[in-house]
Nanobody, 126 residues
Framework: QVHVVESGGGLVQAGGSLRLSCAAS??????????MGWFRQAPGKGREFVAN????????DYADFVEGRFTISRTSAKNTVYLQMNSLKPEDTSIYYC?????????????????WGQGTQVTVSS
């Protein structure tokens, strides 16, 4: 079992920045064996892919709407994945979820992930 916990959400004005954090831990699964992803879900909409990163910190992938504004990274020492979000827009308002899968590379599909956090709210005001 892997425990995933997000933090760092909040309220920010359009054009501002936030950094989300995701801590992943497990008794029998090493953090370095996990590929990680960020997804988001706005009210009345489905959960959509935002970014993912491989187990070794390589092969980051982003949704088209990111347009260079977000950066995903991970640190092995702190077992943490970050999502740095800059130039935020009101349409970025969503609950952001972190997810983990026990393989080398991340995925853009929600079905590919085995473990999910509870989510953190991001609200961008205009």
């Amino acid at each position: 079992q892997v425990h995933v916990v997000e933090s760092g959400g909040g309220l920010v004005q359009a054009g501002g920045s936030l950094r989300l954090s995701c801590a992943a831990s497990g008794r029998t699964v090493a953090y370095t064996d996990l590929a990680m992803g960020w997804f988001r879900q706005a009210p009345g909409k489905g959960r959509e892919f935002v970014a993912n990163i491989g187990w070794n910190g390589l092969n980051p992938d982003y949704a088209d709407f990111v347009e260079g504004r977000f950066t995903i990274s991970r640190t092995s020492a702190k077992n943490t994945v970050y999502l740095q979000m800059n130039s935020l827009k009101p349409e970025d308002t969503s609950i952001y979820y972190c997810a983990a899968r026990r393989t080398v590379l991340g995925s853009t599909s929600t079905d590919a992930y085995d473990y999910w956090g509870q989510g953190t709210q991001v609200t961008v005001s205009s």
